[in-house]
């Protein structure tokens, strides 16, 4: 049976990430479920005045040109390029729909202002900052890098902590296409984050994805923590409403991941 759990509480202050597998079918190529986009958009809009940071998953635009280029052995200058390219398109499409709602974005390139390391994405937050301070909500995404390999793909998993650390954010939260985490069938409405490796041994994701993984989540989220971040969230942006009465401080049906 799954219930709602408690909220952030009065006066939190939240970064998401809207997933790629809520904003596009993954399994269809450059696919954005714009109604979709759309209603999470207005529920944004409605919350935002506690809402400090926006980060978008790559989605059927970002993993699918990754997963093309590298199958096809292009060069690391076009799977840079076409990567790039895809993610900018996706964040471009999603920011007009913000736009449309009264949301406005201020759009950070993460190739353009991070230098990840391993899991942590080493971004100059400054300009985020600067957005916020006349009332813009900075917005970032998944995307890919120069590296020493060539080209290189950093989450919009670790940009979400970091993000939400930088911005003194109290909670981030991952907006995805299931309710939450689900164990043995049931949701789990609150775990500890030393208790989550026990109790998620796998976790999935479908159609084409470079950086799924729940242990790979999971790593992110211990080497990008914060003493001001209070939780995580989990939260099925398909269901209408969920993610705004989350935003609110309403009880919702997610899980939450309690930090220390
Ligand atoms: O979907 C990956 O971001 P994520 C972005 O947040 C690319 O893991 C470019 C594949």
Redesign the pocket.
């Known amino acids: 049976m799954q219930r709602g759990v408690g909220s952030g509480g009065p006066g939190g202050v939240y970064v998401v990430?809207l997933?790629?597998s809520v904003l596009t079918d993954k399994r269809r190529p450059f696919s954005l479920r714009l109604g979709v986009v759309e209603r999470l958009a207005a529920e944004l809009a409605a919350a935002r005045g506690r809402l400090a940071g926006l980060?978008?998953?790559?989605?059927s635009?970002?993993?699918y040109?990754?997963?093309v280029a590298l199958e096809e052995a292009r060069g690391p200058g076009e799977v840079l390029g076409l990567?790039?390219a895809?993610?900018m398109e996706l964040a471009l499409a999603v920011v007009d729909v913000l736009h449309s709602k009264g949301l406005y974005t201020l759009v950070l390139p993460p190739h353009a202002f991070c230098r990840p390391r391993g899991l942590r994405p080493g971004c100059d937050w400054a300009a985020a900052r600067a957005a916020r301070d006349v009332d813009a909500v900075p917005l970032t995404?998944?995307?890919?890098y120069p590296c020493s390999r060539g080209a290189c793909?950093?989450?919009?998993?670790e940009?979400?902590l970091e993000m939400a650390c930088a911005l003194g954010a109290s909670e981030a939260v991952y907006v995805t296409d299931v309710d939450g985490l689900i164990v043995g069938g049931r949701l789990v409405e609150e775990v500890g984050v030393d208790e989550l490796s026990a109790l998620a041994a796998g976790g999935r994701s479908e159609g084409y994805?470079?950086?799924?993984g729940f242990a790979r989540k999971l790593e992110a989220l211990r080497q990008n923590l914060c003493p001001g971040l209070r939780s995580v969230w989990i939260v099925n942006g398909l269901k209408p409403g969920r993610l705004q009465r989350l935003l609110e401080g309403g009880r919702v049906t997610a899980t939450r991941v309690t930090l220390p």
């Open positions: 990430k997933g790629g980060v978008l998953g790559g989605g635009f970002g993993h040109t990754a997963r990567v790039t895809a993610m995404y998944g995307d890919a793909i950093v989450s919009g998993d940009l979400l994805d470079v950086t799924g």
